[in-house]
C-alpha cells in the first residue's frame, strides 16, 4: 500500500516499508537555512522527503543517501514525480564515496536512539547502523569549511549532540526547541552547527 501526502506544491508518496513522513521531518526543512544555488546533502535520506521540502524554499543542487534500497529507490521514484533534478546514493553513509568538503549544507533526521537504550522502532529509529558520532563524522568530513550542518533530535540528548557536532570541527550556531504546546515540555530538538565555525550559539 502506498501512502501520498501533499507538500505545498510537491507530493510525497512512500510505500509499505518506507520510513513515513513524521513533523520532525517537516520542522527541520522550515528550520535549516538554505540559499539559491547550494549544493545539499540528505544524509539517511528515506523517502526523500527533506530533499523536496529544501526544493520548494530555493533552486538547490539536491543529493541523498540512503542505506536501505527499496527507501533509495522510493526518494528517486519522488523526485522524479515532482520533476525535481538529482541523485540519491545507495549505500552506507559513513563510507559512500561522495567529495569530502563537497557541499553546502548537509541535512539529517537521523535515528534517535543509542543500541541499547530500551528503546525500539527499528533502524530507523535505533542507531543499529549508524551512531550519533558516525553521523556527525560524516557531515563533517562533507560539509565545506563555513558550510552548515542541520539535524533534529531528541532534547534529552543534547549533550550527546553537541560533543558530536564538536568533535566533527561542527560548531553549534542555532538552536530551537519544539513542544506540541505550551504546557508540554519540549519534544524535539533543533541544531544548526557551521563548519569550523567561531563559537557563539542563538537560541529561537
Not at 530555493?58 to 528517486?76: K, M, N, Q, V
Request: glycine share 12%; with cysteine.
Amino acid at each position: 500500500m502506498t501512502k501520498t501526502e501533499q507538500l505545498g506544491s510537491l507530493t510525497l508518496s512512500w510505500p509499505e516499508g518506507v520510513f513515513p513522513l513524521g513533523r520532525d521531518a517537516l520542522r527541520l526543512g522550515e528550520f535549516a537555512a538554505v540559499r539559491t544555488g547550494w549544493r545539499m546533502c540528505d544524509l539517511g535520506t528515506g523517502s526523500g522527503v527533506l530533499l523536496l521540502l529544501l526544493a520548494q524554499r530555493a533552486e538547490l543542487s539536491l543529493t541523498g543517501i540512503e542505506l536501505d534500497p527499496l527507501s533509495a529507490h522510493t526518494a528517486r521514484n519522488n523526485l522524479a514525480a515532482n520533476g525535481l533534478a538529482g541523485t540519491v546514493v545507495c549505500g552506507d553513509l559513513r563510507t559512500a564515496s561522495l567529495p569530502a568538503g563537497g557541499f553546502d549544507l548537509v541535512i539529517s533526521n537521523p535515528p534517535y536512539f543509542p543500541v541499547g537504550s530500551g528503546k525500539s522502532g527499528g533502524p530507523a529509529r535505533c542507531e543499529e547502523f549508524c551512531t550519533l558520532e558516525e553521523l556527525c563524522a560524516a557531515a563533517g568530513r562533507l560539509t565545506r569549511n563555513g558550510g552548515r550542518f542541520a539535524l533534529c533530535h531528541r532534547p534529552e540528548r543534547l549533550a550527546d549532540v553537541i560533543c558530536g557536532l564538536r568533535s566533527a570541527r561542527l560548531e553549534p550556531k542555532r538552536l530551537k526547541l519544539v513542544s506540541h504546546g505550551p504546557d508540554h515540555p519540549p519534544s524535539l530538538l533543533l541544531v544548526e552547527s557551521v563548519k569550523q565555525g567561531k563559537p557563539g550559539l542563538t537560541y529561537e
